[in-house]
């Protein structure tokens, strides 16, 4: 690799997309412009070389795709619009040419410029063994607009922007080399969930643009593990009702316990999770259609203090708060 402040040259932007940039790579910090009638909001989210991606799992392109989009998705649960982002990466000594760092560049780039942001700054270092992928987003949401997981309330409808189970069926096909042995042309769409997740920013910019009142939280450790966060933050308990959750076709040759792992506790989905109060539903489902968006209902809201219920033929089943756990 040519040294550090050349590759670091190498990734800077030729061209902004916000004008509100004022300084951005090449100085000791970034600097933009900020206008009053919006708060900022800012997350970051970390993938790790055999935690969150092994090369086995994901082409090298996808890992920078997937590390923007996660934290991209983390905006969207606020109803935030993003607009710039800064990449820390450690860099192991041995096994990462700088053809593969570009590469891992361009996936981020490829989904910054859908969405508009700008590459601002971030930093590079070296590790021993493996890569670690640092994503920090920075965006902004109309002033007391943003949507939060402690806004659930009783009677409430609970909701998913998309399918959930996706991403950790591609991955458990990755992991045990099956990926051959599924239908490559029905397989894509799992892949492409797993590999290259979309944030659902529209969606969470729709929840905050209407009247009305909605919990929202992304799918990064499973549905089990989301409903519960909404929840225990809300003071509320929620049912999930197994019979209108979206079960996709392939699901159905496997057993029902594999079916709920996937779906209740896989994660990495990066759909969106929330509440939205009875009678704003119906309008909300007609805004949806307008924009092509799903959104789909799969429970509701009761009285209670953090419970999550999973009901299935009318049947309840208290669900835990398992799903993937670093610790
Ligand atoms: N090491 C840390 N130091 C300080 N704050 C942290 C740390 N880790 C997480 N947080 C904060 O805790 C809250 C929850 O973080 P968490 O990472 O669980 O949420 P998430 O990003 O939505 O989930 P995921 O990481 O699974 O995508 C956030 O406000 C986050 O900024
Ligand atoms: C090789 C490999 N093994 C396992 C997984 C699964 N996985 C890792 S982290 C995570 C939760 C979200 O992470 P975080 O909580 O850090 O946002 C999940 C479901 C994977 N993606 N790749
Ligand atoms: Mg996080
Ligand atoms: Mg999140
Ligand atoms: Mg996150």
């Known amino acids: 690799m040519n040294n550090e402040f050349d590759w670091i040259q190498s990734v800077s932007p030729k061209k902004l997309h916000q004008p509100s940039v004022k300084v951005g790579i090449g100085d000791d910090a970034a600097i933009y412009s900020v206008h009053s009638e919006f708060d900022q909001v800012v997350a970051v989210d970390t993938m790790v070389e055999g935690i969150h991606f092994t090369r086995k799992t994901m082409p090298i392109k996808s890992i920078g795709y997937k590390a923007l ?71 902004k949401v109309k002033r007391d607009r943003h ?13 998913v922007t998309g399918e959930v189970g996706l991403s950790a069926y591609a991955l458990e096909h990755l992991l045990n080399d099956e990926s ?43 549905l089990a593990h989301e409903a519960k966060e909404i929840a225990e933050a809300s003071g509320v308990n929620i049912v999930i009702d197994w019979d209108s959750l979206l079960i996709p076709q392939e699901f159905n040759t496997h057993p029902i316990e594999k079916q709920e792992d996937w779906m209740l506790y896989g994660g990495e989905d990066f759909q969106l999770v929330g509440t939205v109060s009875a009678h704003y539903w119906n309008e909300l489902v007609l805004r949806f259609k307008e924009h092509h968006l799903l959104l789909h209902k799969i429970g509701r809201v009761e009285k209670g203090e953090g419970t999550v219920f999973m009901k299935r033929h009318g049947t309840r089943s208290i669900i835990e708060k398992s799903g993937y756990h670093h610790f």
């Open 147 to 159: 949507l939060l997981r402690s806004q659930a309330e009783e009677g409430d409808v609970l909701f």
């Open 69 to 139: 989009a996660v934290n991209l998705s983390d905006l969207a649960a606020m109803g935030a619009i993003p607009l710039y982002y800064l990449v820390s990466v450690a860099v192991p000594k041995q096994g990462w040419t700088q053809e593969e760092l570009s590469k891992m560049y361009e996936g981020m780039d490829q989904l910054a410029c859908k969405w508009q942001v700008d590459l601002i700054g971030g930093d590079t270092v070296s590790i021993r063994d493996t890569l670690v992928l640092t994503v920090t987003v920075i965006g």
């Open 180 to 222: 051959p042995r599924v239908d490559q042309s029905s397989f894509a769409r799992f892949l492409k969930a797993h590999q290259e997740p979309e944030p659902q920013l529209e969606a969470g910019q729709l929840l905050a643009k209407g009247d009305g009142r909605v919990s929202l939280n992304d799918v990064s450790d499973g």
